[in-house]
């Protein structure tokens, strides 16, 4: 296999091709245009390409604007200033209102990286899934951020994407197709149900499936692309089937991935659950895998965690 | 501007108090100070200026209004009322629950409203998207937003005073309803606008400063705004907040203040008499 493109290239390319097809596509960005990888979108449609400077919540209501008059527009910046920049202005201007903005937020958890605490968001998906009727999703590969990327794009509505940057990765086949609010089973199993999202959680819960295998223990493994709405059929399936459950997410555990999965549990399944993701902490500077360590977001941590909850089961 | 229109402008502006008054004071409380405020400018935009079809509320090649100052809603549905986007019945619905006229303006309840506020600082931003949209699409249109003066204290209506003159916007015509008052006072003593028009200048603003309640200085303003070939235009208004409801009028505590319905019957005696 060649190199897999970075998935800002991805998500580039793919509004490029959507631009290409439906000339109601713009895109706007906040003084990140390079980060996001998006100049060549500049390039070819300058005249639907918005730099809107170092203003997320102008560009948030301007994004509502342009949508009032039948756009759709794509705005991305950093995820927290995606968040919780914005949060105001794409709660009411865009969201109450009806329209339909897709905001998209980029480096989402520790992929900041080296920005450190004030640039690594824990708390966007959260924030994100309070606002009533939203879709939010964060895709774990470039095959299926470009498909839910056309998804979002015909979706009435307004969605919030958490965009990994930087790098990329094929978990999918082209010809696979995906639904917003469906989550895929990646590996089947019967002892307990990993339940990942984005590209940093859903390799580390493939690889601890199969850690797990090799000591007997039968993982499955779930790519919950979209949080809200959470696929609750799903998880009820698997409830039944393995009766255990960790969720793994590059995110608080409060009110993301693993929030919305106890939660459906609770009301229509109990099943044991641990919650690997980050513990009520701030962000901190370092490389990707000084950071996975330090707050857990590891392959280990989770089939640690599957010991555990398989341990209460019996 | 000649007589005959004058005359009917300031007519259609009685009305529009008129049935300003009624509906909040039917209701007992609401924000009658900023809604009397902009009645001469809702009115010479929607009686004198604004391509719109009442009977088509969501043409595409209309002009579009924005109140961002949200609050200052019922005026607003008094117009719309009276221009027959909706029944005159429903202004008696404001503020009870299941209504389709909540205090502040919002688009996916009520016909005619073009955009949802009523959080104060956002409406700048989303008239300037709907100015870009308008351009990309080549539409002839101008859109025409309200902001208040106590909003003018948000930070993103500088974030979009900056993006509008940067994207050469002459499709939007801004106006401040410069009441001087805000909630907690004089703006003055809350949080002072200094040399407002200075600002606007600044910020690389076309900038006109006006009486507000002045229908040839308004028509003025906005017919030279109209011609201006490469920047957005702020028209300032002075106004007067409360103006024509005696109980209200530079009253400091006219921002949300509750009156009863025998006030409002009595207000609006005066008007028809003229002593407002």
Partial sequence: MGKVKDMRATYNDTLIDLAARDERIVLMEADLMNASGTVSFKNTYPERFFDMGVAEANMAGVAAGLSSVGKIPFAASFAPFASRKTYDQFFISANYAHLNVKMVGTDPGITAQVNGGTHMS????????????????????????????????????????????????IIYKAEDKFELGKGV?????????????????????????????????????????????????????YAEKTGAFVTCENHQVVNFLGSAVAEVLVEEHPALLKRVGVQDQFGEVGKLDYLKERYGLTAANIAENARAVLKKKQ | ????????????????????????????????????SIVEALTILYYHHMNIDPQNPTKRDRDQFVLSKGHAGPALYSVLA???????????????????????????RTPGIDMTAGSLGQGLSAAIGKALGHRIDGIDSKIYVIIGDGESNEG????????????KLNNLIAFTDYNKMQIDGYTQDIMDLD?????????????????????PALNRAIRKAKEEKCRPTMI??????????????????????PFDYETAKEAIARLEKGEA
């Fill in chain 2, 82 to 108: 009276d221009k027959g986007y909706f029944s005159k019945e429903w202004l008696h619905t404001l503020n009870v629950g299941g209504t389709n006229l909540p205090s502040h303006a919002d688009m996916v």
């Fill in chain 2, 1 to 36: 501007m000649d007589e005959n229109t004058l005359q009917e402008l300031k007519d259609t502006a009685r009305r529009i108090r008129t049935l300003t008054i009624d509906q909040i004071g039917y209701f007992g409380v609401g924000h009658i100070g900023g809604a009397l």
């Fill in chain 1, 185 to 237: 089973v990646l590996r089947d199993g019967s002892d307990v149900t990993l339940v990942a999202t984005g590209l940093v959680m859903v390799p580390e819960a493939l690889a601890a499936a199969d850690e797990l295998e090799k000591e007997g223990i039968s993982a499955a493994v779930i790519d919950m692309h979209t949080i809200k709405p959470i696929d609750r059929e799903l998880i009820v399936k």
């Fill in chain 1, 122 to 169: 824990f708390e966007d998906g959260g924030l994100m899934r309070n606002i009533p009727g939203l879709v939010v999703f964060e895709p774990c590969d470039n095959v299926s951020l470009e498909k839910l990327i056309q998804k979002a794009a015909e979706y009435e509505g307004c969605t919030y994407m958490r965009l990994h940057r930087k790098g990329g990765n």
């Fill in chain 2, 156 to 167: 993103q209506v500088w974030e979009a005073a900056m993006s509008a003159s940067h994207y």
């Fill in chain 2, 236 to 257: 300032i208004m002075d106004t007067i907040k409360g103006k024509g409801a005696f109980f209200a009028e530079g009253n400091l505590g006219n921002h949300n203040m």
């Fill in chain 2, 195 to 215: 040399d407002l028009n200075a600002k606007w200048v600044g910020f690389g603003w076309n900038v006109l400063r006006v009486d507000g309640h002045s229908f």
